[in-house]
């Protein structure tokens, strides 16, 4: 029967064929002997390989797939890259140094000292600042592939409430204070493990004042005079979207 495969390199590159993930009774290339199989949908098998890619094929980003794959394939390539990942860089116990085997799907046991590890999910807030019903506050990061202006984000830090962490980012990217912080969705971000939570915030007081190291530009645009924005894939756009798209909720 065939099957689809998900083969990733440690670049968290995917093997396509034609555009599309290879499908074939037998995978393009051959697991690696220190590597893991793993059946992680109907159909669907996964592993790592950092060998070259066969003739034919190509190794693609991850996220630049997104532009080639269908959206569920592509959500089902995040889920895969994550297994992936667990296999190749979980090898040996951060406590005592002990070989890493698996006992169950998604963890790990050290044979030495039996701590159980599990894949690391690395939380990241991004927020959405409005201020009165029609502007909104957008930036230039400096790592920023493109043009684009988008939201703050950052990386929740140890012993921090999501709501620090969004007062913390803002404070520190902006020097603004914002109130009214409210949840809207979550994505995963599998480039590599990380966890995208969305939120919008309303503007309470202060000036702009931008972090150079990371900002090259933030200013407030006003409703139907929005510049370039990110890609439909992130959760950034998708906060954008629903704020233009519902006005009597701001
Ligand atoms: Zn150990």
């Not at 693609?60 to 994550?82: C, Q």
């Not at 921090?160 to 204070?177: G, H, N, P, Q, W």
């Not at 949840?183 to 995208?196: G, L, R, T, V």
Request: aromatic share 12%; glycine share 6%.
């Amino acid at each position: 029967m065939k099957k689809n495969w998900f083969i990733f390199n440690s670049k968290n590159e995917i093997l396509l064929k034609d555009n599309k993930i290879p499908c074939a009774e037998v995978s393009p290339v051959e697991c690696p002997k220190e590597n893991h199989v793993f059946e992680f949908s109907e159909g669907c098998s996964c592993f790592g390989f950092d060998g070259k890619a066969p003739e034919n094929y190509e190794f693609e980003g991850l996220r630049a797939a997104h532009l080639k794959l269908e959206r569920p394939v592509h959500y089902k390539a995040g889920k895969a890259s994550e297994l992936v990942n667990f296999d190749l860089t979980y090898r040996f116990c951060p406590t005592c140094g002990g070989r890493l085997e698996y006992s169950s799907e998604i963890s790990k046991k050290c044979q030495n000292c039996e701590k159980e590890i599990w894949p690391r999910i690395n939380p990241a807030i991004i927020v959405l600042i409005y201020r009165g019903k029609d502007e909104i506050l957008l930036s230039h990061a400096r790592n920023f592939r493109g043009s684009f202006y988008g939201l703050t984000a950052g990386f929740l830090e140890t012993g921090e409430s999501l709501e620090e962490c969004i007062k913390r980012e803002i404070s520190e990217e902006t020097s603004l204070k914002v109130k009214n912080i409210r949840y809207f969705a979550s994505q995963p971000w599998p480039y590599p493990s990380q966890e995208m939570m969305g939120f919008f915030a309303e503007y309470e007081s202060g000036e702009i004042k931008i972090q150079e190291e990371e900002l090259t530009d933030c200013r407030w645009f006003k409703r139907g005079e929005l510049p370039e924005i990110p890609p439909k894939i992130s959760m950034a756009r998708m906060l954008i979207d629903y704020w233009d798209t519902h006005r009597e909720e701001f």
